[in-house]
């Protein structure tokens, strides 16, 4: 028995070694916080921050990738929301958080070609870093924060999925990014401002 119990914390001990060299995300933004401003590079090689597009009222931000199967099925929700969205001030701004030491597939380089494929006509920018998904608090990818512009800072209004159907846009009966911008385009509270993201979970590097 003794020796049993030696074992089980031996293993803790490692398990609790092994678990400080993995970087893990900080718990986030939640709705009503000023976010941290960002500046990114994109598919372009231009450099992309919130505050750079002066006439936007807000962004749709979301984590995303290449290789998700979440993230691809929901690329073109994500693209019918920047037609829609971004000529009424809320552009969507894609940010890739994913180490591509861990999935090739989620490379910068891989980035433009999926960008040419689908015609994104929105920022894909690359967290190289890692620190904006961990200043965001960001999980799985998509995972969406609607933003707002508030003087000269933005605040966070939303945090969750797109909608409640990951498999079929025809099946979503809630679409709750086009809910929270319609209603803050209308000056009205985001009734339902916080949802469970569905998706990958983010590929962190080990620090």
Not at 48 to 67: D, E, Q
Not at 73 to 93: M, S, W
Request: proline share 4%; with cysteine; net charge positive.
């Amino acid at each position: 028995m003794k020796k049993q119990n030696a074992i089980l914390l031996t293993l803790f001990t490692l398990f609790l070694g092994l678990s400080a060299f993995i970087s893990t995300p900080n718990k986030g933004y939640k709705v009503g916080d000023t976010v941290q401003d960002f500046n990114l590079k994109n598919i372009n090689e231009e450099m992309v921050s919130l505050k750079n597009n002066a006439g936007a009222k807000g962004a749709i931000v979301i984590f995303t990738c290449n290789h998700c199967p979440f993230s691809v099925k929901y690329e073109d929700r994500i693209i019918a929301l920047h037609k829609k969205y971004n000529k009424l001030g809320y552009p969507v701004i894609a940010i890739n958080p994913n180490d591509p030491a861990k999935e090739p597939d989620d490379s910068f380089a891989a980035m433009k070609v999926r960008a040419k494929e689908k015609g994104f006509t929105f920022p894909y920018i690359v967290d190289e870093s890692q620190e904006v998904a961990k200043q965001f608090g960001a999980e799985r990818t998509p995972h969406v924060y609607i933003v707002t512009k508030s003087g000269s800072d933005f605040k966070v209004s939303y945090i969750g999925a797109i909608d409640n159907n990951a498999n079929d846009a025809k099946d979503a009966t809630e679409k709750y990014v086009e809910q929270a911008v319609d209603a803050l385009i209308s000056g009205k509270t985001v009734a339902k401002n916080s949802t469970k993201a569905i998706g990958c979970s983010i590929k962190w590097r080990k620090a």
